[in-house]
């Protein structure tokens, strides 16, 4: 059913806690499911330096956060935002179709912490989506 990286990210989750002093943080939630994360980012010059998640949620939540956090460390905040839920899918080895809506919250954690550190460092945030969680809206509708 799970790949053995999911099962490895979830057995052995990288980067779990939060990071004092966080540059960015965000938390999403998906409410038909109960999975709830929480992304911190640190960044300096415009690179993540370091990423950490708290996740309340299934194996397939802890594992989405975990290799999230990965795929986005010494990247740029633009080179972050181009991490989408199927390049986490990827990144995993598959998840089962009732799971990939858990990589679609790590994706919009991401975007969440990102949006809050640009809003704390007085970016210009009016093209930022703040998704409340997965609806699925954002596959039926175009995008504002």
């Given amino acids: 059913m799970y790949s053995e990286k999911v099962m490895d990210h979830f057995m052995n989750p990288r980067n779990v806690g939060e990071i004092e002093n966080a540059d960015g943080v965000g938390q999403v939630g998906n409410a038909k499911c109960g999975d709830i994360?929480?992304?911190y980012l640190?960044?300096?010059n415009d690179v993540i330096v370091?990423?950490?998640f708290k996740t309340f949620g299934c194996g397939a939540a802890v594992a989405t956060?975990?290799?999230a956090t990965e795929l986005?460390?010494?990247?740029?905040?633009?080179?972050a935002l181009k991490v989408t839920n199927k390049a986490v899918v990827e990144?995993?080895?598959?998840?089962?179709?009732a799971k990939l809506h858990c990589s679609v919250l790590a994706e919009e954690a991401v975007a969440a912490a990102i949006a809050d550190y640009r809003r704390r460092?007085?970016?210009?945030?009016?093209?930022?989506?703040q998704c409340p969680g997965?609806?699925?809206r954002c596959e039926t509708e175009p995008a504002e």
């Fill in 72 to 79: 986005i460390k010494g990247k740029t905040v633009e080179e």
């Fill in 91 to 97: 990144a995993l080895d598959g998840l089962p179709p």
């Fill in 50 to 52: 370091d990423a950490k």
């Fill in 42 to 44: 640190k960044i300096e």
């Fill in 121 to 129: 460092h007085g970016y210009d945030n009016e093209n930022d989506h």
């Fill in 37 to 39: 994360m929480k992304m």
């Fill in 65 to 67: 956060s975990s290799i």
């Fill in 134 to 136: 997965c609806c699925r």
